[in-house]
């Protein structure tokens, strides 16, 4: 990354089209949060999944993986009200990535009056969390058995106050098709990084509809603080339908950042 990466610009840059964008970008210059584009229409009820999602992109070419999924059982019900927020999880398949950080985020942010659920921008709508993440959230006394994947709409990204996708690209499908969800949404570990010393007076002086929205907006306040990582460094690998080395590379790069946002917002509860 360029030491001038803007991971929160405010507003869309005029860009090239898409396919003269991914001509001319470098890993070295890619602004995840600059490529926002918006369509002119977007659909309501779906998120179209990215060709350049990682994971499950190449099964679902040629499909409709836009579908409208009601909350499936251990997402949630019917809206209710959250006075503490809500927290929304991005991956692809809804099944490895995401429901593993929903899950551990939920057990450990527990009677602060947060509401986390997930969804995948591919979604393997209606299926368990893979054995590779069961076997993860067992080791951790965290039971799954309820979860249901479930597809990614734009409704979820507005109702959310916050929203935490695995990569990068993840990021940028969410806020090209979700427009209003550019200040909220940001790569897991991107997010730790920012709210990473995060002071009592950083939250005192935003303001928001809860507490995970003040953190989130905080977060996204002290985004020139911070340096941005590579994106290979940002993103967390997909283990779908890999061994269970690469479940273990995934918890890995996972629970630093999960430590960091789980501290952020219960130190900031206490504010």
């Known amino acids: 990354m360029s030491d001038d990466f803007d991971p929160f610009a405010d507003e869309p840059r005029s860009r090239p089209s898409r396919r003269e964008n991914e001509q001319e970008q470098t890993p070295h210059s890619f602004d995840p949060w600059a490529d926002l584009p918006t369509r002119a229409s977007r659909r309501r ?11 499950l992109g190449g099964m679902w070419q ?5 579908l409208t999924l009601d909350r499936g059982a251990g997402q949630g019900s019917e809206p209710y009200p959250a006075p503490g927020g809500r927290i929304l999880v991005v991956c692809t398949g809804n099944v490895c990535r995401s429901p593993y950080i929903h899950l551990r985020l939920a057990a450990e942010l527990d009677g602060l009056g947060i509401e986390v659920t997930s969804a995948g921008t591919g979604a393997l709508a209606g299926w368990p969390v893979d054995p590779g993440s069961v076997a993860l959230l067992d080791a951790a006394g965290i039971d799954s058995t309820a979860f249901r994947a479930r597809q990614l709409t734009v409704d979820m990204v507005e109702d959310a106050d916050l929203v935490l996708t695995a990569t990068r690209a993840h990021r940028r499908a969410v806020v090209q098709e979700a427009p209003l969800g550019l200040r909220k949404t940001f790569a897991l570990t991107d997010f730790a990084d920012l709210v990473e010393g995060l002071q009592p007076d950083d939250i005192e ?9 003040r953190v989130a907006a905080a977060a996204a306040d002290r985004h020139h603080l911070v340096h941005a990582r590579t994106d290979d460094d940002a993103d967390i690998v997909d283990p779908f339908r890999r061994s269970p080395d690469v479940f273990a590379q995934m918890e890995r790069q996972t629970l630093p950042a999960l430590e960091t946002v789980i ?7 206490q504010v």
Do not use: I, Q
Request: no cysteine; glycine share 12%.
């Open 205 to 213: 002086h935003v303001r928001g509809r809860s507490l995970v929205a």
């Open 62 to 66: 040629g499909d409709d993986a836009s």
């Open 45 to 55: 009820h779906g998120l179209e999944l990215p060709t350049d999602a990682p994971g």
């Open 263 to 269: 501290a952020a917002l219960r130190h900031s509860a």
